[in-house]
């Protein structure tokens, strides 16, 4: 039927929609939303210049593959670092690179962890968490003494066994006492429990570079390029 007149003004404006517009679908006449891309959410979150999200993502694949897949871990580990170099998070650097000393302490690579270790300590002792200082203290006891460096390593240790879970230390106390006579052992811990952080996380740098330089190097090998 025709519209009367009267009516054409209202018919010519309409009240506007409660949603905004999307696409029309010729089979139900309603109107829809296109479906999201499949693409990885890294990928996502990369385009939208979030950089934070992509390392959070990368690291954590890193360390979900590490004991099934340490290949694919050093992948996504290496890409989280390489974002937060081209300026992501100053923190989550520090822990990319505690992650990547760790893979590579547990596949007997010290020298790729010691590499990374440096990385870390090198940061300003100012610009790390307790947690994290005491989790990269640990890092960096076990890699000197798995460098037949027992000393320094038995000073970390006991600036650590006043501040983290005894049972976790287990391991790196009595593969140090091994190392050590008991006498010298006690003065050592005794040392680092009377240590500050700055004294303690410039000691465990020193050495985790001496461990460094003492290695023999390969020019142009794999730890430099990751």
């Not at 018919?11 to 517009?21: G, M, Q, R, W």
């Not at 939208?48 to 890193?62: L, N």
């Not at 593959?65 to 340490?70: A, E, I, M, V, Y």
């Not at 006690?186 to 330089?213: I, N, Q």
Request: charged share 25%; aromatic share 2%; hydrophobic share 40%.
């Amino acid at each position: 039927p025709m519209v009367p007149p009267a009516r054409l003004a209202a018919a010519a404006t309409p009240e506007p929609d409660d949603e905004p517009h999307g696409l029309r679908s010729s089979a139900y006449g309603l109107r829809t939303w296109p479906p999201r891309p499949l693409q990885p959410e890294v990928e996502r979150v990369e385009r939208a210049g979030v950089p934070t999200s992509a390392i959070m993502v990368h690291q954590a694949r890193g360390t979900a593959l590490r004991s099934t897949d340490p290949v694919g871990a050093l992948a996504e580990l290496v890409r989280a670092l390489e974002i937060c170099q081209s300026g992501g998070s100053k923190m989550l650097e520090l822990s990319v690179l505690a992650s990547l000393a760790q893979l590579h302490a547990d596949q007997g690579d010290i020298e790729a962890s010691l590499h990374h270790l440096d990385g870390l300590l090198r940061q300003s002792v100012a610009s790390i968490d307790e947690g994290s200082l005491q989790w990269s203290i640990e890092s960096a006891a076990r890699a000197l003494a798995d460098a037949e460096s027992p000393r320094p390593a038995a000073i970390l240790l006991g600036w650590l066994t006043s501040r983290s879970h005894h049972d976790r230390l287990g391991r790196l106390t009595a593969d140090l006492r091994s190392a050590l006579d008991d006498h010298e052992f006690d003065e050592l811990v005794a040392t680092g429990d009377e240590m500050s952080r700055a004294e303690v996380f410039a000691l465990a740098g020193e050495h985790v570079r001496r461990s460094l330089e003492a290695l023999p190097h390969e020019v142009g090998g794999d730890h430099d390029r990751q």
